[in-house]
């Protein structure tokens, strides 16, 4: 919460929010009060899969991707830097 209200920071990233969020980590009510309590003009950025309908209206772009190929298909393990 503190960095939706940093004025230092233009852009927040909330990466893998949504599996908390599915998984009930968090409550999605606290979350979507907290997003909707920022300043206008701080920019949020949300992944995951599986988005809750909360966050898909709220949201001002709403992207779904699809796998289309994976290094995990070729046997290659979790990467530091970008899986971890």
């Not at 409550?27 to 206008?40: C, E, G, T, Y």
Request: glycine share 8%; proline share 4%.
């Amino acid at each position: 919460v503190e960095m939706l209200h940093d004025p230092e920071l233009d852009l927040v990233i909330l990466d893998e929010l949504n599996i908390a969020l599915r998984y009930d980590y968090l409550d999605i009510a606290k979350v979507v009060a907290d997003l909707n309590a920022r300043p206008r003009d701080k920019h949020v950025v949300v992944t995951g899969r599986g988005a809750k309908p909360e966050l898909i209206e709220m949201g001002d772009t709403v992207t779904e991707m699809g796998m289309l190929k994976h290094a995990f298909q070729a046997g290659i393990k979790a990467q530091k830097g970008v899986e971890l």
